[in-house]
């Protein structure tokens, strides 16, 4: 499979992206960086894996009518060449092992882009490489894979960057606005991700314990109202009083405006795959506990939500 080359000019050679984690997002930044030109390698799980993609010849980006195939790079974790930006898109229990996996490779003053659902994977990560400086990223884009290799690019949406350290804005910030990635540098990263955290943990449990789209939680709004409440004050007892700000309100207007959509995890269910519970609603549950705050709600529906994964046959962590 040809090596992938850069069509714009540096007085430096260009740094590639490496990419772990072929999933809709891992292969939506992908397909964007490599069409507008920047060196991209795709870092699969194993040999296997690389052998299915080259027999792809590829990886596919679907927009609207439009179709391309990209001869994108790709490697397996054993590859020899030095990494030095790691975009990780896999799924936050898969995150911490994945780029261990590759930590051997990474430079010593290596950026990694952590594109995970919920929070802990990327705590665990910094804590992992203190060396490399790690920067958090939360995502409202729509893709999802129409097959091996293929990716749909369903929602556009926005990402918001940011490093929970002070320092400035990295300079390939331009490569994503000359790849029509949509983004923006937060100087508060971590209050947008427990924003998401906690619009997730009052929507996506209670679809799956009702086996609804998220339109028909329009029928247990005491049961939202009661949830949002205690992520609120949970928020404000974390030092997040931005990301409680009318809470309940965001949470009842994204009901409303995808009233049709299946939430992530009612869709992880009902293919009968592991979801991020212990990144999401666990997560949320731990920090309560460590400040002694009472979150009974919470509590109940994290417990109700195990039962329910542990009676559909999967894990409950």
């Known amino acids: 499979m040809p090596t992938q080359t850069t069509t714009h000019t540096s007085l430096h050679t260009p740094i590639p992206w490496h990419i772990l984690g072929a999933g809709s997002m891992g292969a939506l930044w992908a397909a964007r960086l490599s069409r507008a030109g920047f060196a991209v390698r795709l870092i699969l799980r194993n040999q296997a894996r690389l052998q299915a993609y080259e027999a792809a010849q590829g990886l596919t980006l679907v927009e609207g009518e439009n179709c391309v195939l990209l001869p994108i790079a790709a490697q397996t974790p054993e590859a020899d060449e030095p990494i030095a930006r790691l975009l990780v898109a896999c799924k936050a229990y898969d995150a911490e092992t994945a780029v261990a996996q590759v930590a051997h490779r990474l430079t010593p003053d290596a950026e990694i882009i952590l594109l995970q659902n919920g929070l802990g994977s990327q705590q665990a990560i910094a804590t992992r490489l203190p060396h490399a400086r790690c920067i958090f990223a939360s995502s409202t884009e729509g893709a999802f894979r129409e097959g091996d290799w293929r990716v749909v690019f369903a929602g556009h949406g926005h990402n918001w960057l940011g490093d929970p350290q002070p320092g400035a804005a990295p300079a390939w910030l331009e490569e994503l606005q000359r790849s029509g990635i949509s983004h923006e540098w937060s100087q508060n990263i971590l209050s947008r991700l427990w924003r998401k955290l906690a619009i997730n943990c009052a929507i996506n449990p209670l679809t799956v314990l009702h086996n609804c789209r998220n339109g028909g939680l329009k029928a247990h709004r005491l049961?939202?109202?009661?949830?949002?409440?205690?992520?609120?004050?949970?928020l404000e007892s974390c030092a997040q009083p931005e990301a409680a700000f009318n809470l309940n309100d965001?949470?009842?207007?994204?009901?409303?405006?995808?009233e049709h959509n299946y939430a992530s995890m009612h869709q992880d269910v009902a293919q009968g795959r592991r979801t991020e519970i212990s990144y999401l609603t666990?997560?949320?549950?731990?920090?309560?506990?460590?400040?002694?705050?009472?979150?009974?709600?919470?509590q109940h529906l994290h417990q109700r939500l195990c039962a329910h994964l542990l009676h559909r046959g999967l894990p409950c962590n």
């Open 223 to 234: 049961e939202v109202d009661a949830l949002c409440t205690e992520l609120s004050t949970l």
């Open 250 to 258: 965001e949470v009842h207007r994204i009901i409303d405006a995808t």
């Open 282 to 298: 666990g997560y949320a549950n731990h920090a309560a506990i460590s400040l002694q705050l009472a979150v009974p709600h919470l």
